[in-house]
């Protein structure tokens, strides 16, 4: 039917939309960080499509000894994160897109549940 057409059209635009954000977010990240810390830090937060993964988890897949190396990595990127004019411009676009996605989705049926960067609680660092 029509109607499922749009939706379903207007589902998978938003998706691209969520990972164009992302792959820039990721483009600025890059010109700092290597890829492993970057696997880490999504890992820690379960963002930008990674799973999130316990400090133990994160210690076992990339041989850390102490978790303390785990958090000062993530620090950094933070850090970077708060700091870079960039960076927080690409952020904020994220924020707005997903918090349009919310409203929107929230109105159709109230199921919204996906993690966004802003909804890290950065005093945890």
Same mark, same amino acid.
């Given at each position: 039917?029509?109607?499922?057409?749009?939706?379903?059209?207007?589902?998978?635009?938003?998706?691209?939309?969520?990972?164009?954000?992302?792959?820039?977010? #990721?483009?600025?990240?890059?010109?700092?960080?290597?890829?492993?810390?970057?696997?880490?830090?999504?890992?820690?937060?379960?963002?930008?499509?990674?799973?999130?993964?316990?400090?133990?988890?994160?210690?076992?897949?990339?041989?850390?000894?102490?978790?303390?190396?785990?958090?000062?990595?993530? %620090?950094?990127?933070?850090?970077?994160?708060?700091?870079?004019?960039?960076?927080?411009?690409?952020?904020?676009?994220? %924020?707005?897109?997903?918090?349009?996605?919310? #409203?929107?989705?929230?109105?159709?049926?109230?199921?919204?549940?996906?993690?966004?960067?802003?909804?890290?609680?950065?005093?945890?660092?």
């Amino acid at each position: 039917d029509k109607i499922g057409d749009y939706e379903r059209a207007g589902k998978s635009m938003e998706d691209e939309d969520n990972a164009r954000l992302w792959a820039n977010i #990721h483009r600025l990240l890059k010109r700092k960080f290597d890829e492993r810390t970057l696997d880490i830090f999504y890992s820690k937060w379960g963002v930008n499509g990674y799973e999130k993964l316990t400090g133990k988890e994160i210690m076992a897949k990339y041989g850390f000894k102490n978790q303390s190396n785990i958090n000062a990595l993530t %620090y950094k990127v933070m850090q970077y994160m708060l700091t870079n004019p960039d960076m927080k411009d690409a952020l904020l676009e994220l %924020y707005e897109f997903n918090e349009s996605r919310k #409203h929107d989705d929230d109105a159709e049926d109230n199921t919204y549940t996906t993690r966004t960067l802003m909804e890290i609680d950065f005093e945890d660092l």
